[in-house]
């Protein structure tokens, strides 16, 4: 009796998951004009009947009775002792894990109270997003002034180890719970970078992240005023908070505005849908939403004018999701400029469905498409105007075991070079070979820095070099695609 109240609950689970993607779904068309109101109605008519669903549960109990037998089976005869609820959550894990999506993955009670506070911005760890590609734990973006930013972790690194224990194997937010911490603690990451040949070891101190998802500036450009919108995520409170620095900015009278999404890993479809509606006009959608049977959903907003100054939008490798919304959305609904580098492509939609118990499953439902219908997914979105930033934004930790010298050669050493030339040192050339131009740049460098001058690139030297690249990189000197995006306003 005690199994069978187990699959009785598991198909229930399963109808209840059916309902909660309808609801959703009536949920994200809640900010839709009239005219889009019977597509509305159309989705709601297709909701199964309560006759519907029990049919479907009698048609699947044959394949729950293969389930049931399965448990009985371990349960009854394996070797050792086993807990009952680790293999329920293990089936449900496996079952998710044949979808070979990343991003639909099943969630304990314990984990999906670490994921609401990571969507409502209020939480302790590293601060980054990361998600599961080719089944390795992979950094989508580090969080604005959070220990992964301030230590110069990248998108697309991949964590292989943490502490020294291999997170191989492990399914995202088990990975994850090992990565995140106590404000204050120190966690050690062995990364796997893309292009370097050498595995990097990265120690932080966990710390509180950031709750402000949302900055805003005014700069002068050839003497007219311009304001730039940071957004560091989409959380529950940043599209008000968006508005409210909008407001600001448009009654001190700026001419143009930047909206800067670099690095931001995504968040929550109805925040960025909200934002949209500021600029995206009533006669084209600012985003189309596709379901598993290739049915579009197109939403608008209810404004009739475009706003009177221009806009460009900043994205980088690290711009993911709803910052792909935006930025795409603009591009081709606003025809606004779009600054900087090819986004990350995620072009789907996930939502959460309880499982009665606490837990949940976030389940990907729908692909986004832009305006004009394209799917970005594994592509990204690509700028209107391409720009890099300065070689040594992309320059990574020198982790060395032996003093690097004169006369040597080594990919190391290129990597101190560009660092170098970066912070206004002449180190004569980039190509890895330690010349003594270079010599001259590293004494120069450790002179002014309180380091025993001589010219070699010793441990402290590296890590010396790191911390006051990252230091540069994070006040926002050379910034040339935030120059270009706001030089492209006025042109």
Known sequence: MKKRYIAIIIVAALCMGALGSYAGVKLAESGQ??????????????????????????????????????LE???QNYLEEVDEQQLIEGAIQGMLDTLEDPYSVYMDSETVQEFTEQIESSFEGIGAEVSMREGKVTIIAPIKDSPAE??????????????????EGLDLYDAVSKIRGEKGSTVELEIQRPGVAELLSIELVRDEIPLETVYAETVEVD???AGIIEITSFSENTANRFKEELTKLEKEGIEGLVIDVRGNPGGLLPTVEEILKNFVTEDIPYVQIEDKEGKKSRYFSDLSEPKDYPISVLIDEGSASASEILAVSLKEAGDYEVVGRTSFGKGTVQQ??????????KLTLFKWLSPEGNWINETGVEPTIEVSQPDYFYTNPIQIEETLTFNESDPKIANAQIMLKGLDYEPGREDGYFSQETVEAVKQYQADNGINATGEIDKQTAEKLQTSIIDLIRSGENDTQKEKALEALFQ
Do not use: H, Y
Not at 41 to 69: G, I, R, Y
Not at 151 to 163: E, T
């Open 352 to 361: 959460t469905i309880p499982m009665g118990d606490g837990s949940t499953i």
């Open 73 to 75: 089976t371990i349960e």
């Open 33 to 70: 004009t009239n005219n889009e109101q019977q597509s509305s109605q159309t989705v709601e008519d297709n909701t199964p009947s309560q006759q519907e669903q029990l049919e479907s549960q009698n048609n699947d109990m044959p394949k729950m009775a293969k389930v049931l037998q399965a």
């Open 223 to 225: 003497g007219r005023k």
């Open 150 to 167: 301030e230590a110069g972790l990248k998108p697309n690194d991949q964590i292989l180890k943490v502490n020294e224990e291999s997170v």
